[in-house]
């Protein structure tokens, strides 16, 4: 008999009577070539060197590799045997042989030979039972086994039920300890190889994923002698030097003493543990994003734990924000403290909604958002972009705890000294800071009415947005009045950082239209910012046409009548007309959009708007003769005056005895002559008054009610609407002006009704006073009442 090869560790299984596993001991097996040129394999006890198995490897054998540590087969069809490796490597040795002498490959070949159904049904159950996999058991650890350390942790890392049983072996053996004891042993002899293996350890071990070995590993005592170990990579030229990194170059600033001793080592530990993971573990691909999610949860965890010992530690938290607002602190110290706080808030970011807004609460609780005002107000940009960061995690936690704060401290102070504006003055008057797109997000999550709540007692919703556009919107929109009036605007906006604010601004106006109703609608057009925004479609100004243009497509996509009447009042569509023109056929964005727009209005059969571009612009729009829609739009129009006149045609006609007049009834929203001309002959300064204002009553005067000439009276509004709602309490003579009104309307003859109408409501509505919120309305915005815009006329019955 010729000499065995290279010894491996297994145990033998024989399948029983009862159809069960049994182990029939531990030993190493080799594979040997007898006389008679037949390979078999023997395994021998590894405490007696007994024989525990000889079986010759045949070749009409079917052999079954599994689990990348196991080899099940059938003997003489009497004997059902498996033998299941310590170590992958063993285990290819041994399949590699078996496949040679069957003619297969051992690279792609798992079994050798087709299998009948039972032999397929006995590997299954073997699969099955648990105890099935062999024990780890581990090498003594003692620096000349190192080799063989690494090859069975390696060797387990493939299967599943292996690795969980490494881990058991490693815990119960006080594994890590002992391998720490060799590391310094190799450092002290500089044994480089050596340490080499140690890497390759620690990172199979990492890899297990298992947090009762990070909780060993992560101990004061072991966790800078890991980042030793992780310092010999042999894919490195010369050691990483982790340790000299946190040691030397991360300087720990305990700003405020911590009183609770856990507390600082748990700050210490996460410190450490995260340059693990960030710096130190690889980088896991696309196919390992779970790769290390114990380490994670690791981290996660204990900043949990950090966040909940703040909250407890009144000591802490008291002198900090005494601190951060004492005015004699110098700049270095306050910049440490202000970083300090942000800290703790991204911690907080691990914890649930609920534990996040608590936490929060307690910040506010100590003084958080005054203490805020004062850092954002220090004209010192490190400070105040800090202080943006942590209101920007308020804002985000809990944005109905930071407006309650701004609308509550709007009754003690100047408008100057508000929150919401010292934030617009930071990147109004510092255009290009770092902290822009922080401050710009904040104040889009504050007037966002979708994390706005409705209380039984109060509505957030109208109540912030009445405070924002009293006392912060208009300085918000100041770079728009900077960059389109005045001898410097175009010095202005010729700034990149000064573009950039104008359309950051634009954004969130653009975002305002599409979200408020009348506070917004209001503001706009009183304050002439339509016409400002469309002065940017100026070909000087044309990095911003676009912004501009994005801002009036908002507009025109809402399809409310009262902005169409005011676009074509003051020929609005002149500005994106010309800015296309002058554009010529460039085939860039500004033109894309441009024909999305007027697409867009001829879809949606915006009639008023069609009639308004095809009377006044199509002339300009046909003479760029590539385009269609061009065409189309006035084929449309075409077809609309058609419908009209066919319909009045169908109209006319009628029986002699019949009064038409009567009988013709038109869309609520169409304009009949008297009503087209009456809005056509209102100036500029009409459409500028405010759209929500108490009715009958100016500067507290009463006005006469006197309907003027020419004008129709919408009787069955009037008839039909509370008096409560449309005078104030303590105006008598307006009730009597108001019966008298409708006795009138009521004893009036029918013919001289319809040519009558109520008074102008622009002469009668104060531009003072407040709307009235009623409990049972929407969550939408109270409209304000009618004013003559928005008249409709109707017959009485």
């Not at 033998?12 to 390979?39: A, F």
């Not at 800078?224 to 600033?253: C, N, T």
């Not at 954002?376 to 809990?398: K, Q």
Request: net charge negative; hydrophobic share 40%.
């Amino acid at each position: 008999m010729l000499m065995a090869e290279n010894r491996r560790r297994v145990k033998v299984y024989v399948l029983n009577e009862e159809r069960q596993w049994d182990d029939k001991g531990t030993g190493h097996v080799s594979s040997t070539l007898l006389e008679e040129s037949v390979l078999t394999l023997i395994v021998q006890a590894e405490d007696d060197g007994s024989l525990l198995l000889e079986s010759k490897v045949q070749a009409d054998t079917a052999y079954h590799k599994q689990c990348e540590t196991l080899i099940v087969w059938s003997e003489n069809d009497t004997t059902e045997l498996a033998l299941s490796f310590q170590e992958r490597a063993g285990c290819d040795e041994i399949w590699a042989k078996i496949c040679q002498v069957q003619g297969k490959d051992p690279q792609t070949t798992t079994i050798t030979q087709e299998m009948d159904n039972e032999e397929n049904e006995e590997e299954e159950r073997f699969e099955d039972i648990p105890d099935a996999a062999m024990p780890i058991d581990l090498p003594p650890c003692e620096l000349s086994r190192l080799f063989e350390i690494r090859e069975v942790i390696e060797g387990a890392m493939n299967s599943p039920i292996r690795r969980e049983r490494l881990a058991v072996a490693l815990q119960s053996e006080n594994y890590i300890p002992q391998c720490i004891e060799i590391f310094h042993v190799c450092e002290d002899l500089e044994n480089t190889e050596d340490l080499h293996m140690l890497f390759d350890i620690f990172k199979s071990i990492f890899m297990l994923n298992k947090n009762a070995i990070f909780e060993i590993m992560f101990t004061e005592d072991y966790i800078f002698e890991v980042l030793g170990i992780l310092e010999y990579d042999p894919s490195l030229s010369e050691p990483a030097g982790h340790r000299q990194f946190i040691r030397d170059r991360a300087q720990f600033k305990e700003c405020i003493p911590f009183t609770n001793p856990t507390l600082l080592d748990k700050i210490h530990q996460t410190y450490r543990v995260q340059y693990i993971q960030d710096i130190v573990s690889p980088t896991p691909s696309v196919f390992e994003d779970n790769m290390l999610s114990t380490l994670s949860s690791f981290i996660f965890l204990n900043k949990a734990d950090i966040v909940s010992m703040l909250q407890e530690d009144e000591i802490f938290l008291t002198k900090l924000f005494q601190q951060l607002q004492d005015e004699n602190l110098d700049i270095a110290r306050r910049i440490d403290l202000a970083c300090l706080l942000r800290e703790f808030c991204n911690f907080s970011n691990t914890l649930q909604v609920q534990g996040k807004t608590s936490f929060l609460r307690s910040l506010a609780n100590k003084r958080l958002f005054p203490t805020l005002e004062f850092l954002l107000a220090i004209d010192v940009e490190e400070i105040w972009s800090v202080a943006a960061d942590i209101l920007s995690f308020a804002t985000d936690t809990n944005p109905s705890l930071v407006r309650d704060f701004m609308v509550q401290e709007a009754t003690s102070h100047d408008e100057d000294a508000l929150l919401v504006n010292i934030v617009i003055e930071r990147v109004v008057n510092h255009p290009g800071c770092n902290a822009e797109g922080t401050l710009f997000g904040l104040l889009r999550t504050l007037i966002d009415p979708e994390n706005m709540h409705r209380s039984l007692n109060r509505l957030e919703k109208s109540e912030f947005l009445q405070f924002f556009y009293k006392n912060a919107m208009h300085r918000l929109t100041e770079p728009i009045i900077l960059a389109t009036h005045g001898t410097e605007c175009l010095k202005y906006v010729s700034k990149t950082e000064n573009s950039s604010l104008v359309a950051s601004v634009l954004d969130v106006l653009s975002f305002a239209v599409e979200n408020h109703t009348y506070h917004v609608k209001n503001y706009i057009l009183s304050k002439e910012i339509f016409q400002k925004v469309l002065l940017l479609m100026n070909p000087r100004y044309s990095f911003l046409a676009l912004n501009a243009l994005k801002f009036f497509r908002k507009i025109v996509g809402l399809k409310d009548e009262f902005y169409n009447r005011y676009i074509i009042k003051f020929d609005l569509m002149s500005y994106v007309i010309d800015a296309f023109v002058k554009n010529g056929l460039k085939h860039n964005m500004l033109n894309s959009a441009v024909l999305e727009l007027l697409e867009f209005i001829k879809s949606e059969d915006i009639k008023t708007l069609i009639k308004y571009v095809c009377e006044k612009h199509i002339t300009k729009l046909l003479t760029v003769e590539q385009c269609s829609t061009f065409k189309a739009l006035r084929t449309k129009f075409e077809q609309q005056l058609e419908r009209e006149s066919t319909k009045k045609g169908d109209t006319m006609a009628g029986p002699k005895n019949f009064d038409n007049s009567a009988r013709f009834r038109r869309d609520a929203r169409d304009l009949d002559e008297n009503e087209e001309n009456y809005f056509n002959d209102e100036d500029a300064s009409d459409m500028n008054k405010p759209l929500y204002n108490s009715p009958l009553v100016v500067q507290n005067k009463v006005l006469d009610t006197k309907p003027p000439p020419n004008k129709v009276i919408n009787s069955e509004k009037v008839m039909t609407t509370p008096l409560e709602k449309v005078i104030t309490p303590s105006s008598d003579k307006v009730i009597t002006n108001i019966s008298s009104t409708l006795d009138k309307v009521i004893t009036t003859p029918l013919d001289k009704v319809m040519s009558a109408s109520l008074p102008a409501l622009d002469k009668v509505i104060s531009a003072s006073s407040p709307l009235v919120d009623y409990a049972d309305d929407s969550d939408e915005e109270d409209e304000p009442p009618l004013n003559k815009r928005q008249k409709v006329s109707s017959t009485v019955t």
